[in-house]
């Protein structure tokens, strides 16, 4: 595979790993642009910060796993240690599914994804309606905003 060629390969892949904040984004952004109310208009433009936010943490994940599944050549050991921790959430998982498949390893990495019980259609966080909400913890927003949470 020529250099070049390798370059859109990660490229699209890397898009891949992005898409859904990505989407979400443009959505904001139309909103912000068309509102007639100023106070949604502020209120999307928020959304759109913390979503391109959120697209460049998505795509630092991306490299990172992609870095790890390249080094260990397979979902095991660390490698799975690190796909595990990237599946409560369905941005987390597109980065995490793209990743292995960048690194040779996208079957494998979909049936453990679908193993654990997840369906394209479960977009929301896990426990995303009760008391232990992500959206109530720092640990979220620290991956969200592209901060390191252990």
């Known amino acids: 595979m020529s250099t070049v060629s390798a370059f859109f390969n990660c490229q699209l892949w890397s898009l891949r790993a992005t898409w859904p904040p990505l989407v979400l984004l443009f959505g904001a952004s139309l909103v912000a642009l068309v509102s007639p109310f100023a ?13 391109a936010l959120d697209s460049f943490a998505r795509l630092r994940e991306f490299v990172r796993l992609r ?4 080094r260990i050549g397979a979902i095991e050991g660390r490698a799975l240690a690190e796909f ?3 599946r409560t959430s369905w941005c987390s998982r597109r980065a ?4 292995a498949y960048a690194a040779g390893l996208g079957l494998q990495a ?6 654990w019980g997840y369906r394209p259609w479960h977009i929301l966080p896990d426990r995303a309606f009760s008391l232990r909400s992500p959206f109530l913890r720092v640990n ?3 991956s969200v905003l592209g901060i390191t949470a252990k």
């Open 140 to 142: 979220f927003w620290k």
């Open 84 to 86: 595990r921790r990237s």
């Open 96 to 99: 995490a599914i793209a990743a």
């Open 67 to 70: 870095g790890v599944f390249q």
């Open 39 to 51: 106070w949604l208009s502020v209120l999307a433009g928020l959304g759109v910060l913390v979503l």
């Open 110 to 115: 979909r049936q453990m994804v679908r193993g």
